[in-house]
């Protein structure tokens, strides 16, 4: 615990270093910069890791549901069945990062059967679910497109020290909220500020993807078009 609160220490001392308005490129450059590494590629954001192999860094360009899965963190973290977080900030552009506990992948047999006990509301996990419910409706209520609960398998992971933890439950409706930004994007203008969307055309789709690049920058002008229109109605 004590190494922890040191980390967490460290790592809260970097982020005050960087500029108030450091975006998702700002605050990978500096990480690769401290000697960082990358070590993954989402959907919704990429991973680093830690010098000395202790912690992970995950940064996304757009991610309104950082905040929550940040909360939970720090609220269920006397479960030990979720992962330390070191320090977590919002960035210019409505990216997210979060330091983490270094985690390693479980065979997936071992992870369905803990997500199973999440599902049922196990004894073991009561006082978990208690928290991860509570928080997600706090995110449904707040956020536009919030997605149900994501349970699967890939999101239970392991500590260097054994703990099984669950990691990234809570994600933005993409399919729907790509699909409105498109077809409706008066809408998803009127509903998320444009600090908060900036880069939403930027997240990697490493899993889902790729995306090419003339459709990302179609959409962007497609918004681009529905914020001028709000503005010039303002």
Same mark, same amino acid.
């Given at each position: 615990?004590?190494?922890?609160?040191?980390?967490?220490?460290?790592?809260?001392?970097? @982020?005050?270093? @960087?500029?108030?308005?450091?975006?998702?490129?700002?605050?990978?450059?500096?990480?690769?910069?401290?000697?960082?590494?990358?070590?993954?590629?989402?959907?919704?954001?990429?991973?680093?890791?830690?010098?000395?192999?202790?912690?992970?860094?995950?940064?996304? &360009?757009?991610?309104?549901?950082? &905040?929550?899965?940040?909360?939970?963190?720090?609220?269920?973290?006397?479960?030990?069945?979720?992962?330390?977080?070191?320090?977590?900030?919002?960035?210019?552009?409505?990216?997210?990062?979060?330091?983490?506990?270094?985690?390693?992948?479980?065979?997936?047999?071992?992870?369905?059967?803990?997500?199973?006990?999440?599902?049922?509301?196990?004894?073991?996990?009561?006082?978990?679910?208690?928290?991860?419910?509570?928080?997600?409706?706090?995110?449904?209520?707040?956020?536009?497109?919030?997605?149900?609960?994501?349970?699967? &398998?890939?999101?239970?992971?392991?500590?260097?020290?054994?703990?099984?933890?669950?990691?990234?439950?809570?994600?933005?409706?993409?399919?729907?909220?790509?699909?409105?930004?498109?077809?409706?994007?008066?809408?998803?203008?009127?509903?998320?500020?444009?600090?908060?969307?900036?880069?939403?055309?930027?997240?990697?789709?490493?899993?889902?993807?790729?995306?090419?690049?003339?459709?990302?920058?179609?959409?962007?002008?497609?918004?681009?078009?529905?914020?001028?229109?709000?503005?010039?109605?303002?």
């Amino acid at each position: 615990m004590a190494m922890r609160t040191e980390l967490a220490g460290q790592y809260q001392q970097m @982020l005050a270093r @960087l500029d108030r308005q450091a975006d998702h490129r700002d605050v990978e450059q500096a990480l690769l910069t401290a000697g960082w590494t990358r070590c993954g590629t989402g959907d919704w954001a990429i991973a680093l890791r830690s010098p000395d192999g202790t912690a992970a860094a995950r940064i996304s &360009p757009f991610d309104p549901t950082g &905040p929550y899965s940040a909360e939970l963190y720090r609220q269920a973290a006397h479960t030990r069945q979720v992962p330390a977080l070191f320090a977590h900030r919002r960035l210019a552009g409505g990216g997210d990062l979060q330091l983490l506990e270094w985690l390693q992948h479980v065979p997936e047999a071992e992870a369905v059967a803990f997500r199973r006990l999440i599902a049922d509301k196990a004894r073991e996990v009561a006082e978990l679910v208690d928290i991860i419910r509570c928080v997600h409706e706090q995110a449904q209520r707040a956020l536009p497109w919030c997605g149900p609960l994501d349970l699967n &398998p890939t999101n239970v992971m392991r500590t260097v020290d054994g703990r099984l933890v669950v990691i990234d439950l809570f994600y933005a409706d993409g399919p729907s909220l790509y699909k409105a930004a498109a077809t409706d994007p008066n809408l998803v203008v009127a509903l998320i500020p444009e600090a908060e969307r900036r880069f939403m055309t930027e997240i990697p789709l490493g899993a889902s993807g790729p995306w090419a690049s003339a459709e990302r920058e179609a959409l962007r002008a497609i918004i681009a078009a529905a914020d001028a229109r709000k503005a010039a109605h303002q």
